[in-house]
C-alpha cells in the first residue's frame, strides 16, 4: 500500500501504477482528497490517494479519517453577470457532419472515480490542433491516414496504456476508430461520462478540419 500526493488525481493514478509496477486499472484505490484550485488562488489543495494493486493480498484499502487539514474551506463565489452583447451572441451553425466515433460496447468499467482525467484530454486535444489549417479532403482515406496519425500521437502524450489506435472509413461521411489496450476500459469512464466527452470533443475537432 502507498500513499501519493499529486497535483492531480490523473497524475496521480498514473504515478502509483508506475511505483507498483501495473496497470491504472489494476490499483484499488482510496481517495482521501480531491484536488481544488481553490478561489482567486487560495485554499489551493493536491490530490492524496492511497493505493494497492488488487491481486496483492489484503488489497482491500482501509478507510482513513480525514485531518482537519482535509476539510475543505468553503469561498463564496459571486457569479459574473452575462452581458448583454453575449447573450445576443448569433449561433453559428456547424458544418456538413463528417465523423461519428464508434467503440465497442464491450467496454465497460466500474472505476468511481474517473471524470477528473477529462480536463486532461481536452487541453491535449486543443493544444496540439489548435494551429492546424482547416484544409478540405476529397479522399476519405487520405483524411482516415492523417487522423490515425495525428489521434496516436495525441494518446501517445497521456498516461493510458493503449494499443495503436485504428482508424477506417465506415462510410462517407464516417470515421471508425478502435481503442484498444489495457486502459482502454478507461476512456468510456462511468455511465460512459468520459466517452461522451471523448467523442464530443474529437468530433468537433474533425468537423472543424475536415467537415
Avoid at 70 to 84: L, T
Avoid at 112 to 130: L, V
Avoid at 139 to 147: H, K
Amino acid at each position: 500500500m502507498i500513499r501519493i500526493e499529486s497535483k492531480t488525481l490523473e497524475a496521480a493514478y498514473s504515478q502509483a501504477a508506475e511505483t507498483l509496477a501495473c496497470s491504472v486499472t489494476q490499483l484499488h484505490v482510496e481517495i482521501i482528497q480531491h484536488p481544488s484550485s481553490g478561489f482567486l488562488g487560495l485554499f489551493t489543495k493536491s490530490a492524496i490517494i492511497v493505493a494497492v494493486r488488487k491481486n496483492e493480498p489484503n488489497a482491500e484499502v482501509a478507510p482513513i479519517e480525514k485531518s482537519a487539514k482535509f476539510k475543505e474551506e468553503i469561498a463564496e463565489v459571486y457569479e459574473k453577470p452575462v452581458s448583454k452583447a453575449a447573450e445576443e451572441e448569433p449561433v453559428i451553425p456547424l458544418r456538413r457532419i463528417l465523423n461519428d466515433t464508434i467503440l465497442p460496447e464491450s467496454f465497460v468499467t466500474d472505476q468511481d472515480e474517473e471524470d477528473e482525467q477529462n480536463d486532461y484530454i481536452e487541453d491535449a486535444i486543443e493544444g496540439m490542433f489548435d494551429d492546424e489549417d482547416e484544409e478540405r479532403f476529397d479522399n476519405m482515406e487520405e483524411i482516415a491516414l492523417e487522423v490515425k496519425e495525428q489521434i496516436n500521437a495525441l494518446f501517445a502524450q497521456t498516461c493510458f496504456d493503449l494499443n495503436e489506435i485504428d482508424v477506417s472509413v465506415y462510410d462517407d461521411n464516417t470515421l471508425m476508430m478502435d481503442f484498444n489496450g489495457p486502459d482502454a476500459a478507461l476512456l468510456i469512464g462511468k455511465e460512459g461520462y468520459r466517452y461522451k466527452a471523448l467523442s464530443y470533443m474529437i468530433f468537433n475537432w474533425l468537423n472543424a478540419k475536415y467537415g
